[in-house]
């Protein structure tokens, strides 16, 4: 894939579009370089690839047996965090946005695991042990294995006669919910590799030698060197910025780009539709992206309201997790159900 161009979009008014030059890719990780565009637009697009590309993770787990040394809370944490497949991710709803009490297939992934240990030795209980239920099964929602052993990820160990039993329920949503929404692992973002811009301050104890101090990137090889006694351009601006985007293996990284993109558009659809309600149709912006969890469907961004609260889960009340009204979630972490 070196050396491939590829053009994503247009933009009105401009001769030139945006390019997109491909340098290494493979099934965890991406480089490209994207050029003829700003600063504010390369950088809003790492944003939106880190925050609000939606993806599936276990939201509730519902824990039946659980005779290990970890609490409760601790399992639930660490079933969060297992990477899910998240391809196919747009075929179910938002929680908030379904019209199911709680949960149902349509916006949600149940797994489930039983395991208990009749041997002497330690019994380890990893991600592959997680069974989806229903329609979903082998497609979206299955745990991410990627070892050579085809383990996954290690969920708890278990000495002779301890049993662990629960429920869990995936569901879609995005990291500015919760770090475990999270697409990718790490996203780097660089621009300008000579510092011909001066936009760092690059100080160096050694006096002798800078390029020790600070040494250059990969990147820097891509672009010509500031010659001795250039003047500085005031007026310059970055116009080629150098992505390295690694997926955290519940999408693949071309998916998580163009999921980036897609976000992209649709804000900026939904920017102009709201700027301009006749121009491009209807009294109000229709938006169907990611949304930050204090933004319910009915366009409010605060949760609370008088006489209680109200979340994006869908729960309501004014009660806390330590008097005998419910809570948002239905569930509190004093019984055998820990919220995750």
Known sequence: ?????????????????????????????????????????????????????????????????????????????????????????????????????????????????????????????????????????????????????????????????????????????????????????????????????????MWFENNTDPEKEWPKSKYAEWEDPPQEGEPFNYDAKPDRFYFEVETSGSMEPDQIVQGGIRVLQQKIGALLKSLDPRKYGGDEADFDGPRSPDMNVDGGTTPWQDGGYTTPYGGGGGGTAYGGNATAYGTTPYGQSSWQ
């Open 1 to 201: 894939m070196d050396g491939m161009d590829y053009d994503p979009m247009v933009m009105d008014g401009d001769s030139e579009q945006p390019q997109v030059k491909i340098s290494a890719a493979d099934g965890t990780h991406v480089d490209f370089e994207l050029s003829r565009t700003n600063l504010s637009f390369a950088n809003s697009l790492r944003r939106v690839i880190q925050a609000e590309v939606p993806t599936i993770a276990i939201d509730l787990v519902e824990i039946e047996i659980n005779t290990s040394v970890l609490a409760d809370e601790f399992i639930a944490h660490r079933l969060g965090l297992i990477p899910l497949n998240s391809k196919g991710a747009g075929e179910l709803n938002y929680s908030r946005d379904c019209d199911c009490e709680q949960y149902c297939d349509q916006c949600s992934v149940t797994l489930s695991m039983h395991a208990k240990c009749t041997s002497d030795g330690t019994m380890k209980v990893y991600a592959r042990d997680l069974i989806v239920e229903g329609h979903h099964a082998n497609s979206v929602g299955s745990p991410v294995i990627t070892d050579p052993e085809g383990m996954g990820c290690l969920i708890a160990k278990l000495r002779k006669d301890q049993e662990l039993k629960l429920m869990c329920v995936a569901k879609k949503g995005i990291a500015k919910e919760h770090a475990k929404w999270m697409p990718t692992s790490a996203v780097g973002f660089e621009y300008d590799p000579h510092n011909k811009l001066h936009h760092l301050d």
